[in-house]
Structure formats: structure tokens, C-alpha cells
């Protein structure tokens, strides 16, 4: 425990120096763009939501579903990333309670995008590559428990580790305040290892079925179906936003290695990569997918204009 606290007592100290370096005028500026970015894509993704419910055709349909998903995952993990980056700046510590809800929601929502995309890439070949049982496969029903099946696969990554820590901490830790960080609140060294190895067979699970669906789909392009080229194009952006959301997880060792190499400017880059990291992947979300879709394309740009009179409710 001494040297938990100690290594927890150096981390604070590291982010204090962190902050400081910071005029009030920076701190303003940096989560004035922070907010801005943030309003702006869960404008947009609001939008995308709002187009989904608003016609029964995407509800019915098992790509529409998966995607919509995505869009709220990203949706809430933009708003905690906001909300943690802020409070960061304005309070430094919080109480632990409260940081160990918000990170939850943050690590759930992030684990969600890979096994999203997975479930999309598969549904791509099987429309593809099995086109006359696609709608016995990839009905609404088995969708949704698709969607369950991710946040329960979430869940087996983050709940032990907060049994273990009201299991193993007292009353009072809950009560202290602390810097709102994953290795702050989750500080045992089994934790970070346990981490990082669901993190690794999480990745390559979601990695092996990207380039399985893919390589299935381009040899389906080049025999009888002209569709699979769309489809083959579909699965690349799947595996681009998915190399996005692995900074996620080599974000810690990346900030390190920048660190060291070059120590200056931290807070500066800090801020960069923070913005690589949480921002980047969320704005390119619904131009990656939702924008390249026709059907869906004709009636987003009619609301994102607010000219909802001209679509017909009956579609």
C-alpha cells in the first residue's frame, strides 16, 4: 500500500507541475475548444439519431441498427471525455465515487467501439458473401442481442476490477478526492496488466475478424458481385477507424515516449494527443459511415439543415 501511495502521491505531483505550466487564458482557450468540438460532432451525431428514429426503414434494418449504436457509444464517450477533461482543469481532484462512475462509463463506451465494428464488418460479408440467408441471419431481434452481447463483453473487462477495489479499499477512500485518471483510481499493478491483456485479446479478436470478413469479400468482389467493391471499401474504413480507436488503448505509452523524447511543451502535447485520441475518432465516425450512405445522406442533410418539412414521415 506505502508504495501505491507513494507512485500515486508522484503521479499527482506530475499532473500538478502539468496544470501549472498552464496561464488561466490557455486553460480557457484549451476547453473552450474542447466544448466547441464536442457540440459540434454530438450535433451531428444527434442528427444521425434523430434521421434513425425518424424513419422506420433504418429501424428495420441491421446496419442502420449497429451503426446508430456506434454513433451513441461515441456519443456518450465524447461527453464523459469532455466532462473528466474539464473538471480536470476546473477542480484538479474529485470525489471518488464520482470519478469511478464517470470512468466506467468512459472505459465501457470505449471497449464498445472495436466489438461495434467487428459486429458491422460481419454483417458486411454476410450480406455479400451469403446474400440469400442475410435477412434469416441478420434479423432486428438478434441485432439488439448482438448489441447486449458487446456491453456484456464490456462489462467482464471493467466489473472486476471495481469489485475488487470495494472489496480491498476502505469507506474513506471513496469519501477522498482524487485526480479522475483510470491509474489513479484503478492503481493495483494486477489491474494494469489484467488491462492491458483483455485490451490485446480484445484487439486482435476484433482485428482477425476484419481481415477475415475482408479477404471474403474481396475474392467475392472479383468472382460475381459488383456490390462487394462497396462492401470490400466498407471493411477498410472499418479497419481505419479501428487502428483510430486503438490510440485509445497505446495512448499512456505514447504520451511516455513523447515525453521523453522531447520534455518540453508537455501540457501543450498533452492536449494534442488528448485531442488525437478522444476527439479525432468521434468526428470521423459519421463521415466514415453514416455520410457515405445514399439513402441515409438524403435525409440527414435535411435535418442538419432543420428543412424537416420537405421529408415525408411516412418513409
Known amino acids: 500500500m506505502n508504495i501505491s501511495a507513494d507512485s500515486g502521491m508522484q503521479k499527482n505531483t506530475s499532473f500538478s507541475m502539468l496544470r501549472v505550466r498552464d496561464t488561466f487564458q490557455i486553460v480557457v482557450t484549451k476547453n473552450i475548444i474542447v466544448v466547441i468540438l464536442c457540440i459540434s460532432i454530438n450535433y451531428i451525431n444527434g442528427t444521425l439519431v434523430h434521421t434513425f428514429f425518424r424513419h422506420e426503414i433504418f429501424k428495420e434494418n ?16 465524447l461527453i464523459i471525455s469532455t466532462w473528466l477533461h474539464v473538471i480536470s482543469y476546473i477542480f484538479f481532484k474529485v470525489n471518488v465515487s464520482f470519478c469511478c462512475f464517470l470512468l466506467i462509463i468512459a472505459i465501457f463506451t470505449t471497449l464498445n ?6 459486429g458491422m464488418a460481419f454483417e458486411c460479408y454476410i450480406a455479400v458473401c451469403n446474400p440469400l440467408r442475410h435477412t434469416q441471419i441478420c434479423t432486428v431481434s438478434r441485432t439488439y ?6 456491453w456484456a463483453m464490456g462489462a467482464t ?13 476502505s469507506n474513506e477512500f471513496f469519501l477522498s478526492t482524487i485526480f479522475c485518471h483510470r491509474d489513479q483510481l484503478f ?48 471493411i477498410l474504413l472499418h479497419a481505419a477507424q479501428l487502428l483510430l480507436c486503438m490510440f485509445t488503448y497505446i495512448g499512456p505509452p505514447l504520451q511516455s515516449l513523447i515525453m521523453y523524447i522531447s ?20 468526428f470521423l465516425s ?24 420537405v421529408v415525408s414521415p411516412t418513409l
Open 62 to 77: 441491421p446496419r442502420y441498427i449497429l451503426f446508430i449504436h456506434l454513433v451513441l457509444n461515441d456519443m456518450i464517450q
Open 113 to 118: 467501439t472495436p466489438l461495434n465494428l467487428a
Open 145 to 150: 442481442i448482438l448489441i447486449g452481447i458487446i
Open 157 to 169: 473487462s471493467i466489473l472486476p476490477d471495481l469489485f475488487v477495489l470495494l472489496a480491498t479499499e
Open 187 to 234: 492503481h493495483h499493478a494486477f489491474m494494469k496488466k489484467k488491462r492491458d491483456i483483455s485490451h490485446a485479446i480484445c484487439l486482435s479478436f476484433v482485428w482477425l475478424i476484419l481481415v477475415f470478413t475482408y479477404f471474403k469479400i474481396l475474392f467475392a468482389a472479383k468472382a460475381v458481385n459488383t456490390d462487394a467493391r462497396k462492401a470490400r471499401n466498407t
Open 263 to 282: 520534455p518540453y511543451n508537455i501540457s501543450d502535447k498533452r492536449f494534442l494527443i488528448y485531442l488525437i485520441i478522444h476527439i479525432l475518432p468521434r
Open 286 to 309: 459519421p463521415i466514415l459511415y453514416g455520410l457515405r450512405d445514399k439513402s441515409f445522406r438524403k435525409y440527414f442533410t435535411r435535418y442538419f439543415l432543420c428543412n424537416v418539412k
